[in-house]
C-alpha cells in the first residue's frame, strides 16, 4: 500500500522502542516508551499559503527526525508501525 501525505505532512517509520535501560534492565513490553524518533519515508508537497503558491517544506525523504510525544496520527501498514505528522510537529533533524 502507498501513502502519499497531503499538504505540510511527513509520514515518519517510528525507530523501534529501547528493550532495556541504561543500566542493563530488560523492559517489558508495557513498560517501553514509545518512541519520538524515526525516519521519514514520504512528505507532502508543502503547505498551500493564501497566494496560491506551495511553501517549501523543510523536511526531506530519508531525513531521520525526533517529533513531540504526543504529535501525529500512529498508523500500522504492513505490520509496521508509521506516524502521520505536520511539519511544525517535527522538533529536530538529526544530522
Request: overall charge neutral; hydrophobic content about 35%.
Amino acid at each position: 500500500m502507498a501513502v502519499k501525505p497531503l499538504d505540510d505532512r511527513v509520514l515518519v517509520k517510528q525507530s523501534e522502542a529501547e528493550e532495556r535501560t541504561a543500566g542493563g534492565i530488560v523492559l517489558p513490553d508495557t513498560a517501553k516508551e514509545k518512541p519520538q524518533r524515526g525516519k521519514v519515508v514520504a512528505a507532502g508537497p508543502g503547505k498551500l499559503l493564501d497566494s496560491g503558491k506551495r511553501g517549501a517544506m523543510s523536511i526531506k525523504k530519508g531525513d531521520d527526525v525526533y517529533y513531540g510525544k504526543y504529535a501525529g496520527t500512529e498508523i500500522k501498514i504492513d505490520g509496521e508501525q508509521y506516524v502521520i505528522l505536520r511539519e511544525s510537529d517535527v522538533l529536530a533533524v538529526i544530522e
